[in-house]
């Protein structure tokens, strides 16, 4: 039974007209314009439960978040993805308004085309045609749609799946649908990321006269020592799935503007990319055991943006695998390359992988996907849902 209000003007097995209803809310980051209301009409006449999710804290503007789960038997299915958008940027760059979602030459045009408005409207339009052509599912189908992720990311995925847990809700499987296709889609399949640790080094001494060094201590020299250490080898040369591990100094800091003073102290701060070969913990224990070797007062301090982490290759990446293949002709790779996205939350809960458009546009002016490739993608999560609830337990 739908109201009036809640009925949606577009139909939900057409991901065309679901991502320009998206687009149209000029939602960028925090803000909800009406996003999360869109998929709520389009997902509750097809019999999700929509529970909207608002969260804030000290100091952050609240965000509106969405979980739609269609069944209440397990396996649970999980699509997530994020409706907030970059800002657009100056307007002039821009040939059409970008919140106009309109359509030249086959293609979608707007803030949000890709990254990741479309992806979203091809788990809608997916999960409508299966209930279309094979009726309920043997299992649950879910929608986790957070309005924070190009923003801090402190009020979205990660608090709905604190949510989820009080709630005894179990994720089985889970595709996010950032676009990870750097050229064509059914190119790239991110099956994990590297984690990204920042460590702050300061080395003390005495500070002193030059002419007369015994009676300081000059702590550069240790310093340029531990520096050396650290960066005379790689720190591993790769794994299976993931490039080698890269430290890379970003700053090296001692501000002494006298030529004739000997500094009490000299800073450096650098960043490590990591594989699963390391934890911060390990980081730091090696970067220690080099410190420790030249000796002298030292601090290390840090902090850590996210861990590595793996879908090690296995049912859910094989499935959107031959999905992907089967629809696009193009078998596509597992790569653990780029920047962060909220699978580093979801990898807490269950087996997750990233599959979604061309991310060519994406952030840019004119960000736009084409028409087919919306299409194929519908295809391609339809194929996943076909097969998830006979593979995926
Ligand atoms: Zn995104």
Known sequence: MTTDAAAPAFDPCDPVAVAQALIRCPSVTPEDSGALGVLEAALTPLGFACHRLRFEQEGTAPVENLYARLGTEGPNFCFAGHTDVVPPGELKGWSIDPFSAEIH????????????????????????????????????????????EEGVAINGTKKVLGWLKEKGEK????????????????????????????????VFGAQGHV??????????????????????????????????????????DVGNPAHNVIPAQGKATLNIRFNDSHTPDTLLAWLRERFDAVGGAYELEHFVSGDSFLTPPGPLTELVAEAAQAVTGRRPEYSTTGGTSDARFIKDFCPVVEFGLVG???????????????????????????????RIG
């Open 105 to 148: 030459n086959g293609r979608l045009y707007g803030r949000g085309a890709v990254d990741m408005k479309g992806a979203i409207a091809a788990f809608v339009a997916a999960s409508a045609r299966h209930l279309r052509d094979h009726g309920a599912p043997k299992g649950s189908i879910s929608l986790l749609i957070t309005g924070d």
């Open 171 to 202: 994720l089985d499987a889970c595709v996010v649908g950032e676009p990870t296709n750097p050229k064509a889609l059914g190119d790239m399949i991110k099956i994990g990321r590297r984690g990204s640790m920042t460590a702050f080094l300061t």
């Open 211 to 252: 002419a007369y060094p015994h009676l300081a201590d000059n702590p550069l020299p240790r310093l340029a020592r531990m520096l050396a250490a650290i960066t005379a080898e790689p720190l591993d040369g790769g794994t299976a799935h993931f490039q080698p591990s890269n430290l890379e100094l970003t700053t090296i």
């Open 360 to 390: 060519q546009t994406m952030h840019k002016v004119d960000e736009n996907t084409t028409l087919d490739d919306l299409t194929r993608l519908t295809d391609i999560y339809g194929a996943v849902l076909g097969g998830v609830f006979d």
